[in-house]
């Protein structure tokens, strides 16, 4: 076995690409780690934040920006690793044990998918035990003992042999006996998968890491389906979920099919007063009602498309694309999940593009989803909420104006509790 031959103008087109976005974002972070280190409360939030809290989220977001300094250049490198030998050499591994030729892909392939998802493993678990149990346990937001961390490691490598195990030798088969329409196929199987998934997450995968139970305070419950019914929002149940025993972070989110929809609390999130609770909601609710979730929905099934599309016409474009299989070191193969690997890598620029409008999409229905609370007369609740969460998760409270519209799906805090006064501001004018 021979060190795979690697190189070529797509190899190094990529590499280029990957540099300068590298580059980028460091450049990124070095501008938010200067605000990090700054000591003043931004001027907005005087006389709102206690000065020891700004301290503490500071140090907090200086600490998790240092270590992720270390991690996203060694990730960085180990990447370039893997791309000139690991991955290609793992291939001629795989085709050395089971043999070559179109009828050993589907064992090939698994074979190489699963000695990739455990090459990386020597870099990746210690940082995220460092990431648990050094950084978030300095700041008081870890939770998670070491036996419930390889717990959860064990369980999610079993789920994704088990989903991987099903799914991609069903990928595989779609593209190859569908020919060269398969794009159509192959799109209406993931639509199907993603309506799928919506389902089977919360009810079946979710609840193998997290234990949910009907919500304990009657007078929440009652107080939650009065507001899912002022909004006709069609609640059907109401979780808590024990995040605690992991993050002392929190959330809320809701999930389901048309009128049997559910909403999961967070017990994180429960200690705050029961209005800033109900006007967290109302904000959720807001993304229903203005239909977000259906735009995403589209905007996901129309990427694909053109994805699988593009997929089509670069991969069988005959010498061409065995030219660039070729040139990233994995030789005459037509596999189909090392095309599609390749091609993936060549649409990074484009990924990257659509990726970064769909932060500033997000910021916008964030917006819209807050004046949906506003306008139901919650924006003072909603600010209150909004803060003390932020305190509590000790959230960017200082953010470097380029870095949160590159990173952040959500607006700044200052930026939300701007609106949020601008709006009832509004409707106090019109109100006289």
């Not at 990386?120 to 050094?134: A, E, G």
């Amino acid at each position: 076995m021979t060190l795979p031959s690697v190189g070529g103008p797509f190899v190094w087109a990529f590499v280029a690409f990957a540099t300068a976005l590298h580059i980028l974002e460091e450049y990124l972070e070095v501008r938010q780690l200067r605000k990090n280190c700054e000591t003043a409360v931004p001027s907005e939030l005087e006389g709102t934040v206690d000065v020891a809290k700004f301290l503490e989220s500071q140090a907090y977001q200086k600490d998790k920006r240092m270590f992720g300094f270390v991690r996203d250049n060694v990730n960085f490198l180990w990447d370039k690793v893997q791309l000139f030998v690991i991955t290609p050499l793992m291939w001629q591994v795989a085709t050395g044990y089971f043999g070559a030729g179109p009828e050993k892909e589907y064992s090939v392939t698994l074979c190489w998918l699963f000695l990739l998802q455990w090459v990386d493993k020597p870099i990746s678990i210690p940082f995220q035990l460092y990431s648990n149990f050094v950084v978030e346990e300095k700041h008081g937001f870890n939770k998670m003992t070491m036996k419930l961390y390889f717990a959860d490691l064990v369980k999610s490598e079993l789920l994704t042999y088990f989903f991987g195990g099903l799914l991609i030798p069903l990928l595989i088969w779609i593209v190859h006996y569908f020919g060269e329409r398969f794009y159509l196929y192959l799109w209406g199987f993931c639509q199907v998968l993603m309506l799928a998934m919506m389902w089977v997450y919360p009810n079946v995968v979710q609840p193998i890491f997290n234990k949910f139970e009907p919500l304990k305070d009657d007078d929440l419950r009652s107080k939650i389906e009065d507001l899912a019914g002022e909004v006709k929002f069609p609640l059907t149940k109401l979780f808590q979920i024990d995040g605690s025993k992991r993050s002392a972070h929190s959330n809320a989110y809701f999930f389901g099919f048309w009128k049997y929809k559910r909403i999961v609390l967070y017990d994180t999130l429960l200690h705050l007063k029961q209005e800033d609770i109900l006007a967290i909601l109302c904000h959720e609710l807001g993304h229903w009602k203005f239909g977000h979730t259906l735009v995403n929905l589209i905007i996901s099934s129309v990427h694909i498309f053109v994805l699988f599309w593009l997929y089509g016409v670069v991969m069988y474009s005959g010498e061409t694309s065995q030219m660039i299989i070729r040139q990233f070191g994995y030789g005459e193969t037509q596999a189909v999940m090392v095309s599609l690997m390749v091609f993936m890598m060549l649409y990074s620029p484009t990924e990257q593009f659509i990726s970064l409008c769909m932060t500033m999409l997000s910021r916008t229905f964030e917006f819209q989803a807050d004046s949906f609370a506003a306008s139901m007369g919650r924006g003072p609740a909603l600010r209150s909420g909004l803060f003390q969460i932020h305190e509590e998760n000790k959230g960017d409270l200082n953010p470097d104006e380029w870095y949160s519209f590159y990173h952040f799906s959500h607006p700044p805090l200052v930026e939300r509790l701007r609106e949020l006064k601008r709006i009832e501001g509004s409707q106090k004018k019109d109100e006289q």
